[in-house]
């Protein structure tokens, strides 16, 4: 199966908030259950995140990297009482993320309006 794209939009009237999340930031479906787990869960480490999804500790991270990537997620460095940290994850806000996802899909827009007003007929190879 390909990673979603924001092309896999068009001509659904109604998709869903995850499948938008998945097309508009290229990230796969399991990286935005990621995010949505997330969103019941702040301050969350791998291996809790691990186990609330049942996914194995190396694919939760791996999907918590793409996240950060995409500013999707935050990360924090808590201090254990023995000694080292663990690292906390804690998904940005359902505001913030449609904020981004509308400004993601503008400029896509934007592109695609672009594309259209500069065809030339007489241009084509």
Same mark, same amino acid.
Request: proline share 3%; net charge negative; charged share 40%.
């Given at each position: 199966m390909s990673d979603?794209?924001?092309?896999d939009l068009v001509g659904d009237v109604s998709p869903s908030f995850d499948h938008v999340l998945s097309c508009v930031f290229g990230v796969r #479906?399991?990286? =935005?259950?990621?995010? !949505?787990t997330l969103l019941d869960h702040p301050g969350s480490? /791998? %291996?809790? !995140? %691990?186990?609330? !999804? #049942?996914? #194995? @500790? =190396?694919? /939760?991270? @791996? =999907? !918590?990297s793409t996240l950060r990537e995409k500013g999707l997620v935050e990360r924090r460095r808590r201090l254990l009482d023995s000694g080292g940290y663990v690292y906390q994850y804690t998904a940005i806000s359902v505001p913030e993320a449609k904020e981004r996802l509308h400004g993601a899909l503008d400029e896509w827009v934007e592109g695609v309006h672009a594309a259209i007003d500069a065809f030339d007929p007489d241009e084509r190879e």
């Open positions: 979603p794209e924001i092309e #479906d399991h990286e =935005s259950r990621t995010y !949505l480490t /791998v %291996a809790e !995140l %691990a186990e609330t !999804l #049942d996914r #194995d @500790r =190396s694919n /939760v991270n @791996r =999907s !918590l």
